[in-house]
């Protein structure tokens, strides 16, 4: 039920009390609270079919006392301090952050957050800066062929450089195996770009994006 990018944002996940946003089928909130892992959570969801599954998934596991299903957009569904921890997986980099930015209100009190974006995760790394919040672990996984990156952050102060935002502090630093296969193949995909439009003066502003990008990734990654 529960595959291995979940069971590794369970590991992250501190404290008595979690939200998990765009929960889907609640499997995430279902295995921590059965595995007693915590003792309470709020699985949200903004569309109708999946907070239905959620409620139902929930009721079937006898958790409708500990897991309160609710639908709502992004943060509005939990109440300042209401919980110790927030997830948020499985979406866009950019929706994440605006889901960050939109409920900041929400994080005053500074909950842990475990963020799994499928892809653009600068973007949240951006938000949370301003958020006033720190990474402080930061992982890769790759489940069926995708590859997924997974971010811890708490409440702190952090300045990141232009590769650092990109490629994440931590996963930077430590470029493995997963990183590099993820990495060296946006690399070679940018380098065709590259290629197709080299010689096209219309594509001049593209061009020069584009090599920005790779000398970013000349300069940041040992591939
Ligand atoms: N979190 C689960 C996971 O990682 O497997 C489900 C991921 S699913 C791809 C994304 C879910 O987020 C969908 O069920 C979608 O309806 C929900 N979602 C998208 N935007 C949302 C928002 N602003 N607030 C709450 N849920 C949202």
Same mark, same amino acid.
Request: with cysteine; hydrophobic share 40%.
């Given at each position: 039920? !529960?595959g291995?990018r979940l069971?590794?944002v ?10 998990d946003i765009g929960s889907d089928h609640?499997y995430l ?6 595995? $007693? ?8 969801e903004?569309?109708?079919?999946p ?5 139902? /998934? ?29 997830t948020i997986c499985g979406m866009g980099g950019?929706l994440i %952050? ?17 963020l799994q974006s499928n892809i653009? %995760? +600068?973007?949240?790394? /951006? ?10 672990? $930061?992982?890769?996984?790759?489940e069926?062929?995708h590859?997924y990156e997974i971010?811890?952050?708490? +409440? ?19 470029? *493995? $195996?997963?990183? *590099? ?16 439009? !080299? ?5 001049? $502003? ?18």
């Amino acid at each position: 039920m !529960i595959g291995n990018r979940l069971l590794k944002v369970a590991e992250y996940v501190k404290g008595e009390r979690m939200a998990d946003i765009g929960s889907d089928h609640a499997y995430l909130p279902i295995h921590l609270v059965s595995s $007693e892992q915590i003792s309470y959570a709020v699985a949200g969801e903004i569309v109708d079919g999946p907070f239905q599954a959620a409620a139902k /998934n929930v009721a079937s596991h006898g958790l409708s006392g500990r897991i309160s299903v609710r639908k709502g957009s992004g943060l509005e569904v939990i109440e300042k301090g209401e919980v110790d921890c927030i997830t948020i997986c499985g979406m866009g980099g950019p929706l994440i %952050s605006d889901i960050l930015l939109t409920g900041s209100k929400k994080l005053a009190d500074k909950p842990r957050l475990i963020l799994q974006s499928n892809i653009h %995760s +600068a973007a949240v790394r /951006n938000a949370l800066m301003k958020l006033g919040y720190q990474i402080i672990a $930061e992982d890769i996984i790759k489940e069926k062929k995708h590859i997924y990156e997974i971010m811890v952050a708490e +409440a702190g102060e952090m300045q990141l450089s232009d590769a650092e935002m990109k490629f994440g502090p931590y996963l930077l630093k430590e470029q *493995n $195996e997963t990183f *590099n296969e993820k990495w060296q193949k946006e690399y070679l995909h940018l380098q065709r770009i590259e290629q197709t439009i !080299i010689d096209k003066p219309a594509q001049q $502003e593209k061009l020069q994006e584009i090599e920005a990008q790779l000398k970013l990734y000349q300069e940041a990654i040992h591939f």
